[in-house]
């Protein structure tokens, strides 16, 4: 998107457009990438809830793949996975590696 | 029919704001200001407006609410003094910043220390560059007058800013003169309805305040402001036209008085202005052509309107009720200067500092900065170019 002039801005920086935060991508911030290991996952929704953004994608009750567009690497799902038999579903890889 | 009253200023305030029946107003008492708020209060016991008056703890708190009753969609207005106003600092910002065309009297206090409740600009001079547009009042009547036009200055579709309307504390906050209302129809009318601008009230249509703006966009939100104030002279004028025809009153950016052929001048804001127009009588019955500006919209300055009205003079004098310690000159000063900077042949300039916490401010002493202005002007050659009057040594 073509950075914005001072002609084309709101009046007092006023967001119209509802749910617009959808078009800020974050995924770029991330230094840590979860990754989900889905034969320890017990579908107990924990890192879907826990998820401080929306990066945790949901359908019919059951967990689905990351939304990297949004993860910003906070780890806080992995902290909080209870995983099955002790081995966790979600795991923080460094990016790039 | 216009009522001819014998009130002070704040009361004279009070009414204005009971003619425009504001949505919301958010205060809390201070000296001299507390008065406005009381008077308009009662307003509301008595069922006289309909506004939501909202009791807070403090000014910041205050200009808090004032701004989320505007976001809201409301139209609204409070009145603050001196650590009042001081108190309120972040929230101005944000007022100017969100674009709320909130209507605030400032009724102009010296600031602690030493503690002082009396007339001094010190307040709106902190205050002047916040982004708000500041009109100030020689009189009742110029305070009432201004605070009905502000409203319409400051919700201009085009403009959007909050006001402030500036009077001096006791002088003429607290001091009875005869002045004119309007009728409240008229001020009804003139008004008109409060326009909103994305309100947030609004759950048809909804709207998120206060974004986070970094490096990428602030830039260009603050040069955007610079853009609306820009525009404010001219609708300010226009307000003043539309005022005119339903009070006979003439309003400008500032006022001239004996200007157009003078030698020499006097810039002063505010009530000292009055004393000062009898002392330039006193002179131009000598045969000296003295004059006088006093500046009413004061932020944004009109520099380009101000130079033009005092470049042909030899010398000016610009007396300040407030110092600028660090910066050598007053306030005032400082603007008047960049004013007449422009121009190659320009008049002297010297600065007074006068009538701090509300010292007064007398006829003599106006007698003799016009004298002093006489010597500049024949020698070309000025001695002290800032002095204190009325102070002792």
């Known amino acids: 998107m073509k950075p914005r002039g001072w002609k084309e801005l709101k009046p007092g920086a006023v967001v119209t457009e509802p749910g617009s935060a959808e078009k800020f991508k974050t995924g770029s911030w991330r230094a840590f990438r979860p990754r989900w290991i889905e034969e320890n996952c017990i579908q107990c929704m924990f890192c879907w809830a826990y998820c401080p953004d929306m990066a945790v994608r949901a359908k019919d009750g059951k967990r689905g793949e990351f939304n990297y567009d949004y993860c910003k690497g906070c780890g806080i799902c992995a902290l909080e996975c209870p995983g099955k038999k002790g081995k966790k579903a979600i795991v923080m890889e460094e990016e790039g590696k | ?393």
């Open chain 2, 1 to 393: 029919m216009a009522r001819v009253v014998a009130v002070t200023g704040n009361e004279a305030v009070a009414e204005a704001m009971r003619q425009v029946n504001p949505d919301v107003c958010a205060a809390y008492p201070i000296t001299p200001a507390t008065d406005i708020m009381q008077r308009f209060t009662g307003f509301v016991s008595n069922g006289k407006v309909k506004t939501e008056m909202v009791l807070v703890e403090s000014e910041h708190s205050a200009m808090s609410a004032c701004v989320g009753a505007s976001a809201a969609g409301g139209r609204v207005a409070t009145a603050t003094s001196s650590q009042g106003l001081a108190l309120m600092w972040e929230e101005l910002f944000i007022a100017s910043g969100t674009r709320l065309p909130i209507i605030m009297t400032l009724v102009n206090r010296a600031l602690s220390a030493p503690l002082n409740i009396h007339g001094d600009h010190s307040d709106g001079m902190g205050a002047r560059d916040c982004g708000w547009i500041q009109l100030w009042s020689e009189n009742a009547q110029e305070a009432y007058d201004n605070m009905i036009q502000s409203f319409r200055i400051a919700e201009h579709m085009d403009i959007r800013m909050p006001a402030m309307v500036c009077l001096d504390g006791f002088i003429i906050s607290h001091s009875i003169e005869r002045m004119e209302y309007l009728d409240d129809a008229v001020v009804k009318n003139f008004i008109g309805e409060f326009k909103q601008l994305n309100p947030l009230l609004d759950i048809e249509h909804p709207v998120s305040y206060g974004p986070l703006i970094l490096t990428d966009l602030y830039m260009e939100y603050r040069r955007a402001h610079a853009e609306v104030m820009s525009k404010v002279s001219q609708v300010v004028l226009d307000v003043a036209q539309d005022f005119e025809k339903i009070s006979g009153r003439k309003y400008g950016l500032f006022e001239t008085y004996r200007l157009d052929d003078a030698e020499i001048g006097l810039v002063i804001l505010n009530s000292a202005a009055g004393t000062s127009k009898d002392a330039v009588d006193v002179f131009r019955d000598k045969g000296i052509k003295a004059g006088l500006l006093k500046p009413r919209l004061y932020r944004p300055f009109p520099y380009e309107e101000i130079g033009e009205a005092l470049k042909h003079l030899k010398a000016v004098c610009v007396l300040d009720r407030a110092d600028a310690f660090g910066a050598s000159y007053g306030p005032l000063f400082m603007d008047i200067a960049s004013g007449i900077y422009p121009y190659k042949d320009r008049p002297l300039l010297i600065n007074k500092i006068y009538g701090l916490g509300g010292r007064d401010y007398m006829p003599e002493h106006a007698e003799l900065v016009l004298a002093e202005l006489a010597e500049v002007a024949k020698t070309g050659r000025v001695k002290t170019f800032k002095e204190y009057i009325g102070v002792r040594e």
